[in-house]
Each structure stands twice: as structure tokens, then as C-alpha cells.
């Protein structure tokens, strides 16, 4: 069992990278909650990278309960399909059509405001996953 963990985690790499071009106040002052920001720009790029939408997970804490516990905030929606689909699988770093630049941030300001509206209702205790996980371990073999 040891062998096989060690080649297990030997097949596998990570790499951090601190991204210092901007922080959450220029994102704030754009008009962005900051967390829904970063799945979009999580979205975008698993999209590039893989060419298709990923479901990301996202823990969200919910306090309204004693000791706390988690709901998931799901990513993917209509709306951040909209986003990276216009985005397109590569950059477009001589777009300059005024018109496509301005559609492209409506998106994803639409996209990060229902991702917003997915975490406060995870929050609230409103999400499903959770649901869902207690029903699928209540199912007996057979069912």
C-alpha cells in the first residue's frame, strides 16, 4: 500500500503562482464582488484548457447553524456560459471593437451577479447539494 501511494503522488505536480497585477479593491471598484470574479476567471481558463464548461467546487460556510458546515456554490451557470463561450477558447488580445468589448464585460458582469446570487443563497442554507448527498446515502442497494 505504501509503494503504491508514494508512485500515486509522485505522478503528480503543483505549481503556485502569486498573481500580483491586482487585487480585490480594483475589482470592487469595477463593480465586481471579488469571489465571483475569480470563478469566472477559474471558468474561463478550465475552458481554454480542457475546451468545455468544468463544474468547479466552491465551499461556502454557512453560520447559521450551530458549529457551522458548508454548502457548495456551483460556478456553472446559463450565465458563465455565456461569459466564456463569447470569450472564446484563446485570447483576443487585438479585439478593439468597442461594441464586443462592452458585450463581453455585460456578460460577465451578469455572470459574476448570479454567481453572487448562488453563494448567498448557499449561504442561507438554500443550496442543494447537501440535500441531494443525504438523499443518495439514504438509498439502500436495490433502489
Do not use: C
Not at 466564456?84 to 462592452?102: A, H, S, V
Not at 455585460?106 to 438523499?135: C, E, F, I, P, S
Amino acid at each position: 500500500a505504501w509503494n503504491a501511494f508514494r508512485t500515486l503522488i509522485t505522478e503528480h505536480a503543483l505549481h503556485a503562482q502569486s498573481f500580483q497585477g491586482y487585487g480585490s479593491s480594483l475589482i470592487k471598484k469595477m463593480g465586481f464582488p471579488p469571489d465571483a470574479f475569480v470563478q469566472m476567471a477559474m471558468q474561463l481558463a478550465t475552458y481554454r484548457l480542457f475546451g468545455e464548461q468544468i463544474g468547479t467546487y466552491e465551499a461556502t460556510q454557512v453560520r447559521k447553524f450551530l458549529h457551522g458546515r458548508t454548502e457548495v456554490t456551483r460556478a456553472v451557470s446559463l450565465e458563465s456560459e455565456a461569459f466564456i463561450k463569447t470569450m472564446g477558447p484563446r485570447p483576443k488580445l487585438d479585439e478593439t471593437d468597442d461594441d464586443i468589448r462592452k458585450e463581453k464585460i455585460r456578460l460577465l458582469r451578469n455572470a459574476t451577479k448570479t454567481h453572487a446570487k448562488y453563494t448567498g443563497l448557499a449561504a442561507n442554507a438554500q443550496g442543494v447539494d447537501r440535500h441531494l448527498l443525504g438523499l443518495s446515502m439514504m438509498v439502500q442497494d436495490g433502489e
